[in-house]
């Protein structure tokens, strides 16, 4: 019988030896989260870039020294972040409005049955507990209508 077994190896830098590797992935995160935003801003104002793809990972590769291959990948992340939000944003749309057609049913029905029991409150015709439940029915029109 043979048994397979999994080893999870885990690795830890030394702070002291390893500082060169440390202040690297520091300064990539800096410039990595300039040129994001930048390209955020250029991206988000028109839903698109402003100029060609091509042209403007050329501009990132002037403006801050980085290779085709960086500048590519903010462009695709940026492209994916504004893709993401705007199927985010249609679905949460769908989902209000919906809700907002359900409310409106329920405020018809809610309406039907208070016009029902309207003449009968008028001519003191309702029992207290009938009164009370029309009344909680007639504050949960008013909210609903807001």
């Known amino acids: 019988m043979i048994v397979s077994k999994t080893f999870t190896i885990e690795t830890r830098l030394n702070q002291n030896d390893n500082a060169d590797l440390i202040k690297y992935v520091k300064e990539y995160n800096a410039l990595y989260g300039r040129m ?13 870039f402003s100029v060609k793809k091509s042209q403007f990972n050329t501009l990132l590769q002037i403006q801050f020294g980085v290779n085709k291959r960086f500048a590519n990948s903010v ?7 504004y893709r993401g939000l705007y199927q985010l944003k ?5 989902q209000l409005s919906g809700k907002i057609t359900k409310l409106y049913s329920k405020r018809n029905k809610l309406c039907k049955q208070v016009f029902a029991l309207k003449e009968k409150a008028r001519n003191n015709q309702l029992s207290p507990s009938a009164l009370r439940y029309y009344r909680r029915q007639k504050e949960k029109i008013f909210y609903t209508g807001q």
């Open 90 to 94: 249609w679905y949460e749309y769908k």
């Open 75 to 81: 462009i695709s992340e940026v492209e994916g972040l």
């Open 36 to 48: 994001l935003r930048f390209a955020w801003h250029r991206y988000n104002n028109g839903g698109k």
